[in-house]
């Protein structure tokens, strides 16, 4: 046998020249692998740079084609209100109500057949004639009404880089009567995006289909030799991308090339994206990469040199050397801590690689399910199988370098150990260890069970706002370092308090659960669902940078939430959501902001409609400033006495006698003037408000009534509209019954008008409080008829008086089929013996339409608008007279 030191030294020599060799291999597969990844990032920028420019230009497509469309409909209404009401005003009528005031309009003009302007929204716009101009003979030449799009000729002012939209008119008998004219600046296709988005280089253009450049954001580089049209002719039916040389622009710069044909109009958005650019990250990544290897491998070199002199240098030392050092116990047999004592185990190089129970006490040994004979002189990683014995050799090893150790430990899921949480403490003594283990398990379940009771929502079993506002901050620098993105979901249940209030705070509990259920089924397993409070919901999805990702996750919450809850007693919620979405970081950088935002954008979504979803918009935060600041002031307003009625008469169509009226709420701010209802009575509905402007409503058209009682006026019926939330524990009987009552009027002077979505659902107290109001004498309207979804039978059980037939429909009455639909209402309402009101006779024509068809009453504009009430007496009420002459 060769001596050991024989053997070390062999093993060493071996060492000796290994080490380089191994550094020398690893160095010129670090290069290999450099090369390569570096091949690789390269054709992957050319790859991402043509699915960027194809990305962009798909966009630009589709703002191209929405804003053509937004002229071919400004176009259309400028057409219709010319071709119905011919008027030199006209332009300056629309311009007035707010068309037309966008810098982006150069010209908007009508031409009379002879191709001279009639109307026009400035002077000096077109030349006096454009009877020969091509886009005024081919109107004249075609019969077509469709909207045509070319640049503005050179004969129009601010030519060139103008978009020029002309659409054919038609007089009475379909001849030729003209076209409109609308010159926009090119400029407003082009901003769609800037350098900051497409680079330096970047470049936007709009071409024809025949592959003639229009318009293009800054200076022409696009080259005019026909090579638009070769490459639309080797891309899709719908466009395509790819690589343009240095020579296909005439600034010299190689791009990356992305078409889309507009699906509607002859035209191609087209984005060129610099390869340059594209490349740049690759190239850097490039040099970091390849000074990245010469550092390591000179360190290779230099450490595998210094690992071979060390090698050559070292000699054999002791090893497996057992020494136990005696030590006092810590605890005693009758302690309830467990005590042990481990000697460390080492390798051939003298590193410690386990430890050896070499004495513990009966409690101690109880823990793991064993006797003390049994657990002494055995190795720990022969007790602690697995993950959980190379944990504790760890904890030991931390020990034995510095001294100390204390943790508390969730204990290894077996059936070995009898306790779930125990308190280590690691005590260097000699070399050896004292360990104590204290079972602390009960302690960690009741701080368990006060973390989730802290942390999560007793009716849904979700996470709640604590545990949000204290999970987010570690999550956002978490996301920051990997740069994942986080999208944070604000998310409201629409008519959740009806829900509430109809049925009960039972059922609006049991909602509650069910949606967060269905909520929860909508989502990936790692993101998190929380109950932010009452009927309000927050969602977290990490990762979350992509938008359209984030918004498809919204749309199925929208959809999800559309869909009507089955609750108990065969209940069926029907209730959407509005979901505000912020992102990370580019919304906020902390959990309160994000937040925040979010909320803001929900808002927003409720303010359009509710059942949508929206992303946080900067804008958006002042709008819902002014908001708060209406609510404040519409709080104010109330208290101050600031809201009054106007009247709108409805009378007889045939004879033009009054009949009745309705009254109208209308509000006048001290500093702001006359505030829309438009902007008031929602945000009245939604915080509530709605219900003491509904009483002072009541309160003032009747107090009204009396007076014009008492000034011996002629008295008719006025109808006050009633918000469905007035409904609910007979408030509007009760007020309506005290305001008869104080005012000494019959029931009959009063009517009450509800809308049709008051009617959507089982809204059995609703129905009720409506039969209460019958009994006293007050007539129902059913108003905006034709807008909601009120059924036949609903009106059978409802019994409403009168049916008021929404504007859009009358609107429509010298149109066919919109005469014929008119019709069938009327006849519809006569067989449930209810009176048909028409809303919204702005027309003579549509009054003699309406007399043909046996419309009971009229109400519109043409008759009268809504008027204060001293107007009113003196038009109206002071001697009977024919409204319709």
Same mark, same amino acid.
């Not at 932010?532 to 939430?561: K, M, N, S, T, W």
């Given at each position: 046998?060769?001596?050991?030191?024989?053997?070390?030294?062999?093993?060493?020599?071996?060492?000796?020249?290994?080490?380089?060799?191994?550094?020398?291999?690893?160095?010129?597969?670090?290069?290999?692998?450099?090369?390569?990844?570096?091949?690789?990032?390269?054709?992957?920028?050319?790859?991402?740079?043509?699915?960027?420019?194809?990305?962009?230009?798909?966009?630009?497509?589709?703002?191209?084609?929405?804003?053509?469309?937004?002229?071919?409909?400004?176009?259309?209404?400028?057409?219709?209100?010319?071709?119905?009401?011919?008027?030199?005003?006209?332009?300056? +009528?629309?311009?007035?109500?707010?068309?037309?005031?966008?810098?982006? #309009?150069?010209?908007?003009?009508?031409?009379?057949? +002879?191709?001279?302007?009639?109307?026009?929204?400035?002077?000096?716009?077109?030349?006096?004639?454009?009877?020969?101009?091509?886009?005024?003979?081919?109107?004249?030449?075609?019969?077509?009404?469709?909207?045509?799009?070319?640049?503005?000729?050179?004969?129009?002012?601010?030519?060139?880089?103008?978009? /020029?939209?002309?659409?054919?008119? %038609?007089?009475?008998?379909?001849?030729?009567?003209?076209?409109?004219?609308?010159?926009?600046?090119?400029?407003?296709?082009?901003?769609?995006?800037?350098?900051?988005?497409?680079?330096?280089?970047?470049?936007?253009?709009?071409?024809?289909?025949?592959?003639?450049? !229009?318009?293009?954001?800054?200076?022409?580089?696009?080259?005019?030799?026909?090579?638009?049209? &070769?490459?639309?002719?080797?891309?899709?039916?719908?466009?395509?991308?790819?690589?343009?040389?240095?020579?296909?622009?005439?600034?010299?710069?190689?791009? *990356?090339?992305? !078409?889309?044909?507009?699906?509607?109009?002859?035209?191609?958005?087209?984005?060129?994206?610099?390869?340059?650019?594209?490349?740049?990250?690759?190239?850097?990544? !490039?040099?970091?990469?390849?000074?990245?290897?010469?550092?390591?491998?000179?360190? /290779?070199?230099?450490?595998?040199?210094?690992?071979?002199?060390?090698?050559?240098?070292?000699?054999?030392?002791?090893?497996?050397?057992?020494?136990?050092?005696?030590?006092?116990?810590?605890?005693?047999?009758?302690?309830?801590?467990?005590?042990?004592?481990?000697?460390?185990?080492?390798?051939?190089?003298?590193?410690?690689?386990?430890?050896?129970?070499?004495?513990?006490?009966?409690?101690?040994?109880? #823990?793991?399910?064993?006797?003390?004979?049994?657990?002494?002189?055995?190795?720990?990683?022969?007790?602690?199988?697995?993950?959980? @014995?190379?944990?504790?050799?760890?904890?030991?090893?931390?020990?034995?370098?510095?001294?100390?150790?204390?943790?508390?430990?969730?204990?290894?899921?077996?059936?070995?150990?009898?306790?779930?949480?125990?308190?280590?403490?690691?005590?260097?003594?000699?070399?050896?260890?004292?360990?104590?283990?204290? +079972?602390?398990?009960?302690?960690?379940?009741?701080?368990?069970?006060?973390?989730?009771?802290?942390?999560?929502?007793?009716?849904?079993?979700?996470?709640?706002?604590?545990?949000?506002?204290?999970?987010?901050?570690?999550?956002?620098?978490?996301?920051? &370092?990997?740069?994942?993105?986080? *999208?944070?979901?604000?998310?409201?249940?629409?008519?959740?308090?009806?829900?509430?209030?109809?049925?009960?705070?039972?059922?609006?509990?049991?909602?509650?659960?069910?949606?967060?259920?269905?909520?929860?089924?909508?989502?990936?397993?790692?993101?998190?669902?929380?109950?932010?409070?009452? %009927?309000?919901?927050?969602? /977290?999805?990490?990762?979350?940078?992509?938008?359209?990702?984030?918004?498809?996750?919204?749309?199925?919450?929208?959809?999800?939430?559309?869909?009507?809850?089955?609750?108990?007693?065969?209940?069926?919620?029907?209730?959407?959501?509005?979901?505000?979405?912020?992102?990370?970081?580019?919304?906020?950088?902390?959990?309160?902001?994000?937040?925040?935002?979010?909320?803001?954008?929900?808002?927003?979504?409720?303010?359009?409609?509710? @059942?949508?979803?929206?992303?946080? +918009?900067?804008?958006?935060?002042?709008?819902?400033?002014?908001?708060?600041?209406?609510?404040?002031?519409?709080?104010?307003?109330?208290?101050?006495?600031?809201?009054?009625?106007?009247?709108?008469?409805?009378?007889?169509?045939?004879?033009?006698?009054?009949?009745?009226?309705?009254?109208?709420?209308? !509000?006048?701010?001290?500093?702001?003037?006359?505030?829309?209802?438009?902007?008031?009575?929602?945000?009245?509905?939604?915080?509530?408000?709605?219900?003491?402007?509904?009483?002072?409503?009541?309160?003032?058209?009747?107090?009204?009534?009396?007076?014009?009682?008492?000034?011996?006026?002629?008295?008719?019926?006025?109808?006050?509209?009633?918000?469905?939330?007035?409904?609910?524990?007979?408030?509007?009987?009760?007020?309506?019954?005290?305001?008869?009552?104080?005012?000494?009027?019959?029931?009959?002077?009063?009517?009450?008008?509800?809308?049709?979505?008051?009617?959507?659902?089982?809204?059995?107290?609703?129905?009720?409080?409506?039969?209460?109001?019958?009994?006293?004498?007050?007539?129902?309207?059913?108003?905006?008829?034709?807008?909601?979804?009120?059924?036949?039978?609903?009106?059978?059980?409802?019994?409403?008086?009168?049916?008021?037939?929404?504007?859009?429909?009358?609107?429509?009455?010298?149109?066919?089929?919109?005469?014929?639909?008119?019709?069938?209402?009327?006849?519809?309402?006569?067989?449930? @013996?209810?009176?048909?009101?028409?809303?919204?006779?702005?027309?003579?024509?549509?009054?003699?339409?309406?007399?043909?068809?046996?419309?009971?009453?009229?109400?519109?504009?043409?008759?009268?608008?809504?008027?204060?009430?001293?107007?009113?007496?003196?038009?109206?009420?002071?001697?009977?007279?024919?409204?319709?002459?």
């Amino acid at each position: 046998m060769k001596p050991a030191s024989s053997s070390l030294s062999r093993t060493n020599y071996y060492l000796a020249i290994l080490w380089p060799l191994l550094a020398i291999f690893c160095c010129l597969a670090y290069w290999a692998v450099t090369v390569s990844r570096a091949n690789t990032e390269a054709e992957q920028a050319d790859a991402d740079l043509l699915k960027e420019a194809d990305s962009y230009a798909q966009a630009y497509e589709q703002y191209v084609t929405r804003s053509i469309a937004q002229m071919d409909q400004i176009t259309m209404q400028l057409k219709y209100g010319w071709e119905r009401a011919p008027s030199l005003t006209v332009i300056e +009528d629309m311009r007035a109500d707010g068309m037309f005031t966008d810098q982006a #309009f150069v010209f908007v003009g009508i031409v009379g057949a +002879d191709g001279r302007v009639r109307s026009s929204s400035k002077g000096g716009g077109l030349p006096h004639s454009v009877a020969q101009m091509p886009f005024f003979l081919q109107h004249k030449n075609n019969n077509s009404t469709a909207l045509r799009v070319d640049l503005a000729p050179r004969g129009l002012e601010g030519g060139g880089e103008r978009v /020029l939209f002309t659409r054919r008119l %038609d007089s009475a008998d379909e001849e030729f009567d003209g076209i409109v004219v609308m010159a926009v600046d090119g400029d407003y296709f082009t901003s769609f995006v800037g350098a900051s988005t497409l680079g330096h280089d970047g470049l936007l253009t709009l071409v024809d289909t025949e592959g003639k450049s !229009w318009i293009e954001q800054g200076a022409r580089t696009f080259t005019a030799d026909g090579r638009i049209l &070769r490459l639309r002719a080797t891309g899709g039916p719908t466009g395509g991308s790819r690589p343009i040389g240095a020579d296909g622009f005439r600034d010299g710069v190689a791009r *990356a090339l992305g !078409w889309r044909d507009s699906p509607v109009y002859p035209v191609v958005a087209m984005v060129a994206l610099s390869r340059h650019e594209g490349q740049a990250a690759a190239l850097m990544s !490039w040099k970091a990469g390849r000074d990245r290897v010469f550092a390591v491998s000179a360190c /290779l070199l230099l450490l595998s040199g210094l690992a071979s002199v060390l090698s050559l240098r070292a000699a054999a030392r002791e090893r497996d050397q057992e020494a136990v050092r005696l030590a006092y116990r810590t605890a005693t047999e009758s302690a309830d801590e467990g005590f042990y004592m481990a000697a460390p185990l080492r390798d051939r190089k003298g590193q410690i690689v386990d430890f050896m129970v070499v004495d513990c006490n009966e409690r101690g040994a109880s #823990f793991y399910g064993m006797r003390r004979a049994e657990l002494v002189g055995r190795a720990v990683s022969t007790i602690d199988h697995g993950i959980g @014995g190379a944990e504790v050799i760890a904890t030991y090893q931390l020990a034995m370098s510095n001294g100390f150790y204390e943790e508390d430990r969730r204990m290894p899921a077996n059936d070995k150990v009898t306790i779930t949480w125990g308190r280590r403490r690691v005590v260097r003594v000699g070399d050896g260890l004292a360990v104590t283990l204290q +079972d602390i398990s009960e302690r960690k379940r009741h701080e368990t069970e006060l973390e989730r009771l802290a942390n999560e929502d007793p009716l849904t079993g979700l996470r709640n706002r604590s545990w949000l506002l204290n999970f987010i901050p570690a999550l956002l620098d978490g996301t920051a &370092r990997d740069g994942a993105g986080l *999208a944070l979901l604000f998310i409201d249940l629409d008519e959740f308090k009806h829900v509430n209030d109809s049925h009960g705070h039972a059922v609006g509990d049991q909602l509650l659960t069910v949606a967060a259920r269905r909520l929860g089924t909508l989502l990936r397993p790692g993101d998190q669902v929380v109950r932010f409070g009452g %009927d309000e919901f927050v969602v /977290l999805l990490h990762p979350g940078q992509d938008e359209r990702a984030i918004a498809a996750v919204a749309e199925r919450i929208v959809a999800a939430f559309k869909t009507p809850f089955v609750l108990d007693e065969g209940i069926q919620a029907v209730i959407g959501a509005s979901v505000g979405i912020s992102l990370f970081p580019r919304d906020g950088a902390d959990a309160r902001t994000l937040i925040r935002h979010a909320d803001i954008a929900m808002y927003a979504a409720k303010d359009e409609g509710k @059942g949508q979803y929206r992303f946080f +918009d900067p804008r958006l935060a002042g709008e819902v400033s002014r908001r708060v600041l209406l609510k404040e002031q519409l709080t104010g307003a109330i208290e101050r006495d600031q809201f009054f009625l106007h009247y709108q008469p409805r009378v007889d169509p045939a004879s033009g006698t009054l009949l009745s009226m309705e009254a109208l709420v209308r !509000w006048r701010h001290p500093d702001a003037g006359m505030v829309s209802p438009g902007d008031f009575i929602p945000l009245a509905e939604s915080s509530g408000l709605i219900l003491q402007i509904g009483a002072l409503v009541i309160e003032k058209a009747c107090a009204q009534l009396a007076a014009w009682r008492e000034g011996g006026m002629l008295l008719v019926p006025v109808s006050i509209n009633v918000s469905p939330m007035q409904f609910g524990g007979r408030g509007v009987v009760r007020q309506l019954e005290s305001a008869l009552r104080r005012h000494g009027l019959p029931a009959a002077l009063v009517e009450v008008e509800i809308t049709e979505s008051a009617m959507m659902g089982d809204h059995a107290e609703i129905a009720a409080e409506l039969a209460q109001l019958r009994a006293l004498g007050i007539k129902l309207h059913l108003d905006d008829f034709g807008t909601g979804y009120s059924s036949l039978s609903q009106l059978r059980a409802l019994k409403m008086d009168v049916l008021k037939v929404d504007r859009t429909f009358t609107a429509e009455l010298e149109q066919a089929d919109g005469k014929v639909f008119f019709e069938a209402i009327v006849s519809m309402a006569h067989a449930l @013996g209810m009176t048909v009101v028409a809303e919204g006779v702005e027309t003579a024509a549509q009054l003699r339409i309406l007399r043909e068809l046996g419309c009971d009453e009229v109400q519109g504009f043409y008759i009268a608008r809504p008027l204060p009430a001293h107007e009113i007496e003196a038009r109206f009420l002071a001697a009977p007279i024919d409204a319709c002459a």
